[in-house]
Structure formats: C-alpha cells, structure tokens
C-alpha cells in the first residue's frame, strides 16, 4: 500500500512537472505572438522610440509590484545581467517597432519563429564544439525557412527598399535574442528569474529614456493604442520574459527557446483577422519551414543532452 501510494504521488509530481514546464513555453509564446499586434496598434499613437519605452516602463512597474524582484543578485552577476538589458531587451525591443513601419506585424510574428535557429547557432559556438549532423541540418532546414519568409517583401516590386530595411531590422533583433537566451540561463539558474528580469528591465528604461519619453510627450493618444500598450507592457515584456528565463534556467536556451513555435501562428492569425494584413502564401510556407527546423534542433539538441548525461552516468567514478 505504502509503495502504491509512493508511485501515485511521483505520477502525480512529474505530471505537474511536465504540466508546468509545458505551460512555461506555450503562454509565452501565445503573449509574444500578439505582442506584434499591439506593437502595430501602439504605433498609431506614438513614435517607435515610445511605443519601446512605454512597454519597458509597463513591465518595469508591473513587475516591481511582487516582492520577489528585489532580492539581491550576486555581485558578480550585476554587469552580465545590466547586458542582459541590452541585448534581450532595449536594443530588440527597438527594433520592432521601427520594422512595422515597413513590414507588417503578421510578417514580424512569422520571422521570430527563426529565434531557436539564433539561439541555437549561437550557443554551438560559445560551446566551441562541432554541431552534430542532425544539428546542422536543422539549422539549414529553419534558415531556409526564413529566407522564404522575407522573399516576397525583398522583391516586391514597390517599397522594396522601406520593406528590406525591416526585415534586416528584425534580423538583427533575432541575432540579439541568439545571445539572450545563453546569458539568461546562468543568471537564473543563480539568482531567479524575477530578480533577474526587474533589474534588466530596469537597465533597459533607463537606455530608452533619452528619445521615450520626448516621444510620448508628443503622442496622440486614444484609448485602442493605450490599451495594446498597457497589455504589451504586462503581458509581453514582463510576464513572458520571467516565465522564458525560468525556462531558460530548468530546460536549457535551446529548449526554452521553442516558445518562439507558438509565435508566427499567433501573429499571423492577429494580423490577418483584424488588421486585415495580406500575407504572401510563399511567407506562410516559410514560417511553416522555419518551425520544422527549429523542431529538428530542439531535437537534436535533446538528444546531445540525453547521451552527455548517459556517457556521465557510465563514467561516474
């Protein structure tokens, strides 16, 4: 009866487990995919310096109401973690709303599918090994994918140039995410992610400030743009970014970085159900490539953890 009752509390356990770590990749995912749309809808009221700032500044305030953020990080954490600000958050964040200036909030969505490729190449080579096969061609499979993505808007015979300046701009915000999530790992697997997050946040306000605030001095507003704004700030630059570093921390940047597959699907479906945005079907096929690639190197880099642990199991003294 004992052993009975032991084996229903560990079912019980790694369900909720499971349960949770599930949860941890799919509502940030769900929260990001739309942050696109609300990025465009913010962009009707003020500037892309403000639409930044006031979405720093949401999640900023939102997250200094629980307690937790502010117990104190390790001292020698302080510098990685005002990076972490940088590149996870002031200088992508930027980036976004200047490319939907271009290109459309549906196409933004779809390119982030690309994040675990970033992430992926990006930790291979801080690792400074050879990736595996099955890596490799995960990686060409999700690149593939997102050249599909940005072809039609490279080569559309009007505001080609306007539209490729947004695709590089979101390229470059990707290649930032690449390096975030490798640093985020340690720092929360150290510190938490609460901790963490406030304080990048809080590096990311201060470096957005200068051209924010004079930018939302100078908005229109109405309530539709103040509200995505609001939901932006809340949902998408604080609450997604504790619940990613914390999966950062349990499942690894690679798999943690598989929150980007629920992404292009939420935002296509936003933009083009009410923004009434087209999508060119060579796009959509792309992000549908793209995802196949990012799945392929999220299982293959399962698999290069599950035979390290194997092969330190075995060659346990």
Not at 44 to 68: E, K, M
Not at 73 to 94: C, E, H, N, Q, Y
Not at 222 to 229: C, D, E, G, T, Y
Request: proline share 5%; aromatic share 6%.
């Amino acid at each position: 009866m004992l052993r009975l009752v032991e084996r229903r509390g560990c079912a019980h356990f790694l369900i909720s487990f499971i349960v949770i770590d599930s949860l941890l990749l799919i509502l940030p995912g769900i929260i990001w995919g739309a942050s696109f749309l609300f990025i465009a809808e913010g962009l009707d009221a003020l500037r892309p310096n403000g639409v930044t700032f006031v979405r720093i500044l949401v999640g900023f305030l939102t997250l200094s109401l629980v307690p937790a953020v502010r117990r104190p990080i390790l001292k020698s954490d302080r510098a990685k973690t005002a990076a972490l600000g940088v590149i996870w958050m002031a200088f992508p964040l930027s980036m976004f709303p200047f490319a939907e200036q271009h290109v459309s909030s549906a196409l933004t969505g779809m390119l982030n599918g690309a994040v675990p490729l970033f992430a992926a190449a990006v930790a291979g080579g801080l690792a400074r090994r050879a990736p595996s096969r099955a890596l490799v061609v995960g990686l060409t499979v999700g690149f593939l994918g997102a050249i599909l993505i940005a072809l039609p808007n490279l080569i559309a015979s009007e505001g080609t140039n306007g539209q490729t300046v947004g695709v590089l701009l979101i390229l470059a915000a990707l290649v930032s995410y690449g390096f975030a999530y490798s640093l985020a790992r340690p720092l929360q697997q150290r510190n938490g992610a609460l901790p963490v997050v406030w304080r990048a946040l809080g590096v990311a306000l201060v470096l957005t400030a200068p051209l924010g605030v004079p930018a939302v001095l100078d908005a229109h507003w109405s309530l539709r743009p103040a509200a995505a704004l609001v939901a932006l700030g809340v949902g998408g630059t604080g609450l997604a970014y504790v619940m990613t570093a914390t999966a950062a921390g349990r499942m690894g940047a690679t798999v943690a970085s598989a929150v980007n597959f629920c992404i292009p699907v939420v935002a296509l479906a936003l933009g083009v159900g009410l923004r009434h945005e087209r999508v060119s079907w060579v796009s959509i096929a792309g992000a549908a490539v793209c995802l196949t690639g990012a799945w392929m190197i999220r299982q293959a880099r399962l698999a290069d953890e599950l035979t390290e642990q194997a092969l330190a199991v075995i060659l346990k003294p």
